[in-house]
C-alpha cells in the first residue's frame, strides 16, 4: 500500500497502485476478450478478413485481442490520428500486423464485421449493405436508464438490416451508467468510488486524477499526451486510517460485465 504522511503526522495521503490505464484496459480487455471467445466458437478461419469500424477505445482492444490469433485484419477509423493508439499499452499489445485505414468504404471488403461507432457511427442504410459470415455491434446504451439516450439508439435497426447468419451485440454495465463507453464507464467507476471513500470513519476528503481527455484525444489530437495523463496513480485519499483503496478498486471493477447477446 502507498502511504505517505499528510499535512501532519496524523494524517496520511494513501495512493492507489492502480492506475488510470490499468482501469482503461480492464474494461477495454472485457469486452474484447467477449469478441474473442464469440469468434472462437463460430470456427472463424485464422485468414478469414476481418474489418473493424472504430478505434475508441473498444475497437482497438478488440483488434489487438483478436491478432493474437487472426492474420487478416483492418481497423478502419475517420479520425486518422486514433492509429497511433494501436502502438500504445491501451488495449493491449498487437500481437501480428495490423492495417488502418480512414477510408470508409473498406467496411465492406470483409468476411467479418465488427461495428464500434455507437451513437451518430455507421447507419442503418450503410449497414444493409453487409452481406458477411459474421457481424458484430457494441450496444452503447448500458442501463436502459435514460429515455433520450434509448431513443436514439439505433444498433438493433442496424443489427436487422444486416445480412449474415451470425449477428451479436457487445452489451457491457453492471455500475448503473448510462452509456457502456470505456470512458463512461471508467469515470463510473471513479465517482462511485469517491463517494465510497468518502463514507469511511477518518477520511478527510479524496480525489482521483481523471480529467477530461476526451479534448485531447478529439480536439488536440495529442496522443502522447493521453498516454502520459492515464499512467498516474487513479486515487488519492486523506485520511486518519489508511486501508487498501486496489481491493475496493478491483471489487468495483468486478462488477462491470459484458456479453455477447
Same mark, same amino acid.
Given at each position: 500500500? /502507498? %502511504?505517505?504522511?499528510?499535512?501532519?503526522?496524523? %494524517?496520511?495521503?494513501?495512493? !492507489?497502485?492502480? =492506475?488510470?490505464?490499468?482501469?482503461? /484496459?480492464? &474494461?477495454?480487455? *472485457?469486452? !474484447? $476478450?467477449? %469478441?474473442?471467445?464469440?469468434?472462437?466458437?463460430?470456427?472463424?478461419?485464422?485468414?478469414?478478413?476481418?474489418?473493424?469500424?472504430?478505434?475508441? +477505445?473498444?475497437?482497438?482492444?478488440?483488434?489487438?485481442?483478436? !491478432?493474437? *490469433?487472426?492474420?487478416?485484419?483492418?481497423? &478502419?477509423?475517420?479520425?486518422?490520428?486514433?492509429?497511433?493508439?494501436?502502438?500504445?499499452?491501451?488495449?493491449?499489445?498487437? @500481437? /501480428?500486423? %495490423? @492495417?488502418? !485505414?480512414?477510408?470508409?468504404?473498406?467496411?465492406?471488403?470483409?468476411?467479418?464485421?465488427?461495428?464500434?461507432?455507437?451513437?451518430?457511427?455507421?447507419?442503418?442504410?450503410?449497414?444493409?449493405?453487409?452481406?458477411?459470415?459474421?457481424?458484430?455491434?457494441?450496444?452503447?446504451?448500458?442501463?436502459?436508464?435514460?429515455?433520450?439516450?434509448?431513443? @436514439?439508439?439505433? &444498433?438493433?435497426?442496424?443489427?436487422?438490416?444486416?445480412?449474415?447468419?451470425? =449477428?451479436?451485440?457487445?452489451?457491457?454495465?453492471?455500475?448503473?451508467?448510462?452509456?457502456?463507453?470505456?470512458?463512461?464507464?471508467?469515470?463510473?467507476? #471513479?465517482?462511485?468510488?469517491?463517494?465510497?471513500? #468518502? @463514507?469511511? $470513519?477518518?477520511?478527510?476528503?479524496?480525489?482521483?486524477?481523471?480529467?477530461? +481527455?476526451?479534448?485531447?484525444?478529439?480536439?488536440? *489530437?495529442?496522443?502522447?499526451? +493521453?498516454?502520459?495523463?492515464?499512467?498516474?496513480?487513479?486515487? *488519492?485519499?486523506?485520511?486518519?486510517?489508511?486501508?487498501?483503496?486496489?481491493?475496493?478498486?478491483?471489487?468495483?471493477?468486478?462488477?462491470?460485465?459484458?456479453?455477447?447477446?
Amino acid at each position: 500500500m /502507498n %502511504v505517505d504522511t499528510g499535512i501532519t503526522s496524523e %494524517v496520511f495521503t494513501i495512493k !492507489s497502485e492502480t =492506475k488510470l490505464v490499468d482501469i482503461f /484496459n480492464e &474494461i477495454i480487455s *472485457k469486452k !474484447s $476478450e467477449g %469478441v474473442f471467445d464469440y469468434m472462437e466458437k463460430l470456427n472463424i478461419a485464422s485468414d478469414t478478413k476481418i474489418i473493424v469500424i472504430g478505434t475508441y +477505445f473498444t475497437g482497438v482492444g478488440i483488434v489487438k485481442r483478436l !491478432s493474437e *490469433k487472426y492474420e487478416n485484419i483492418t481497423l &478502419i477509423d475517420i479520425y486518422p490520428h486514433l492509429e497511433k493508439l494501436l502502438y500504445t499499452h491501451i488495449g493491449g499489445q498487437l @500481437k /501480428n500486423k %495490423v @492495417k488502418f !485505414s480512414s477510408n470508409l468504404d473498406l467496411i465492406y471488403s470483409g468476411d467479418v464485421v465488427i461495428d464500434t461507432t455507437g451513437f451518430g457511427g455507421i447507419n442503418v442504410e450503410q449497414s444493409s449493405k453487409f452481406n458477411v459470415e459474421a457481424f458484430i455491434i457494441e450496444d452503447p446504451v448500458a442501463e436502459d436508464n435514460d429515455a433520450l439516450l434509448g431513443e @436514439k439508439n439505433n &444498433i438493433y435497426e442496424r443489427l436487422n438490416a444486416v445480412k449474415s447468419l451470425n =449477428k451479436a451485440v457487445i452489451k457491457t454495465k453492471g455500475i448503473n451508467t448510462k452509456t457502456s463507453g470505456t470512458m463512461t464507464l471508467t469515470i463510473g467507476i #471513479l465517482t462511485n468510488l469517491l463517494n465510497e471513500f #468518502l @463514507k469511511k $470513519e477518518g477520511v478527510l476528503y479524496c480525489a482521483c486524477e481523471m480529467g477530461f +481527455f476526451e479534448e485531447v484525444i478529439f480536439k488536440e *489530437k495529442d496522443i502522447d499526451r +493521453f498516454i502520459e495523463l492515464t499512467d498516474t496513480n487513479a486515487f *488519492k485519499v486523506s485520511t486518519i486510517n489508511p486501508f487498501n483503496l486496489d481491493e475496493l478498486i478491483r471489487e468495483e471493477m468486478d462488477k462491470i460485465n459484458s456479453e455477447m447477446i
